[in-house]
């Protein structure tokens, strides 16, 4: 894009035609998995042209009326720079960090829905196609970087073939857990993104129960919404700020909170059976936790790049907040005693890299905490008196997919 000669032009229209040439070197594929940077399933041209700066293996993506779709991460990470300004060169942008010295960039965009530090997912909405910067016209230009040089683009495993128009599969599980089936344990839950998303709920000897709810671009959640002891389907837009909650087989029910890059969390706030939601900010650390009449109230806790997490830590019948960090495999759990103290206890539990779940594995009614390992798609259970408690065992799941 920026600072294109005419020498380096030559060069890089060099490189394509090597690239493209019978002696062909084999591409260098990156350690990251990466996938279209589309919701699943969509459709999208991808093109470069030799004078494309700053590299010929950036792409640019369309479709038709694109502006204003959906952008999300190709694979998981941390916001590394997320300009939601600039009106020059890229014009409104994000960058993610991979990890292994490798980034992807996302331009032009319309609106941006992250924020600088935040840790994102495979498919997690960044934002939406625009035309800001320098830019002709709405599209989406992207690119994959190793050690900040543009690099080949690959997806699902695969070299990218300049100029195609295939699907995105960027349809990945995330892990969730809750009191399904009301019999006081918590079950093994996958939100698998999809055009109109699935949960799927783990049940011993028998096949997984499948129901659809959401978008691929929505964040799934499960809470008690009608406070008859098992919880419910519910998911989250991040472009609206809009939770819609199954009430019943076929009833949802709707409220605004939240919007953009904020996290979608739930829990019995005030203990009464009956759930609630909430949003985290990762750009303050605020908790805003909507009571049933409407009214909020504000906790703070965490920092961007870490995930939230809820559960009744302590078994009081409210639920309490918590924080993992992927980095550390540590979760940060809050409680407030019955004298109106605030207590964190740090829990080391899973690997790096791990995503969080909570539940109460073993029904003795304090909320334990948990991890899915995306490469193996393995629910690791931490079992304990308490969630906080040294002492502990770990039972192992297989489900869902692995990334
Ligand atoms: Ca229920
Ligand atoms: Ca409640
Ligand atoms: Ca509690
Ligand atoms: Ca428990």
Request: aromatic letters at 8%.
């Amino acid at each position: 894009m920026r600072r294109t000669t005419a020498g380096a032009s030559l060069v890089l229209l060099g490189m394509l035609v090597g690239v493209v040439g019978a002696a062909a070197p084999a591409l260098a594929q990156p350690v990251s998995d990466y996938e279209m940077p589309f919701p699943c399933a969509q459709e999208w041209t991808g093109t470069t042209r030799s004078s494309h700066s700053p590299s010929v293996r950036a792409i640019d993506w369309n479709r038709v009326d694109d502006l204003g779709d959906p952008v999300v991460a190709s694979a998981p990470g941390v916001v590394s720079k997320a300009d939601a300004a600039s009106t020059r060169g890229y014009g409104r942008h994000v960058v993610v960090d991979h990890g292994a010295g490798e980034s992807t960039v996302y331009s032009h965009l319309q609106d941006v829905f992250v924020v600088t530090g935040q840790r994102v997912d495979q498919g997690t909405q960044l934002g939406t196609v625009g035309s800001t910067g320098n830019s002709t016209g709405p599209h989406l230009h992207y690119e994959q970087r190793q050690d900040g040089q543009d690099v080949e683009a690959w997806f699902g495993g695969v070299p990218f073939t300049y100029g195609a128009t295939q699907a995105s599969g960027n349809c990945v599980d995330l892990p969730l857990a809750g009191n399904m089936l009301g019999d006081r344990t918590a079950e093994l839950v996958v939100y698998r993104r999809a055009p109109r998303s699935l949960f799927l709920v783990q049940r011993p000897g028998r096949e997984p129960k499948t129901m659809r709810l959401g978008t691929a671009t929505d964040e799934p959640v499960l809470g008690d919404w009608d406070g008859n002891g098992k919880a419910n389907l519910g998911v989250w837009s991040p472009a609206e700020g809009l939770f819609t909650m199954r009430v019943g087989k076929r009833a949802t029910t709707t409220l605004t909170l939240g919007v953009g890059s904020d996290q979608p969390v739930a829990g019995d706030w005030d203990g009464d059976g009956v759930w609630e939601v909430g949003v985290r900010s990762p750009a303050t650390g605020a908790w805003t936790l909507r009571g049933a009449d409407g009214s909020v109230r504000t906790v703070s806790l965490g920092d961007a790049a870490d995930l939230p997490v809820t559960g009744d830590w302590d078994g009081d019948g409210t639920t309490d907040v918590g924080v993992f960090d992927p980095t550390t495999a540590t979760f940060t759990l809050r409680r407030v005693d019955a004298e109106g103290l605030t207590w964190t206890a740090e829990v080391q539990f899973g690997s790096p890299g791990d995503l969080p779940v909570t539940g109460d594995w073993d029904a003795n009614g304090t909320t334990d905490v948990g991890v899915w390992d995306p490469a193996t798609a393995t629910f690791s259970e931490r079992r304990a008196a308490a969630a906080t408690a040294a002492r502990s065992t770990t039972a192992s799941t297989p489900f869902g997919r692995p990334r």
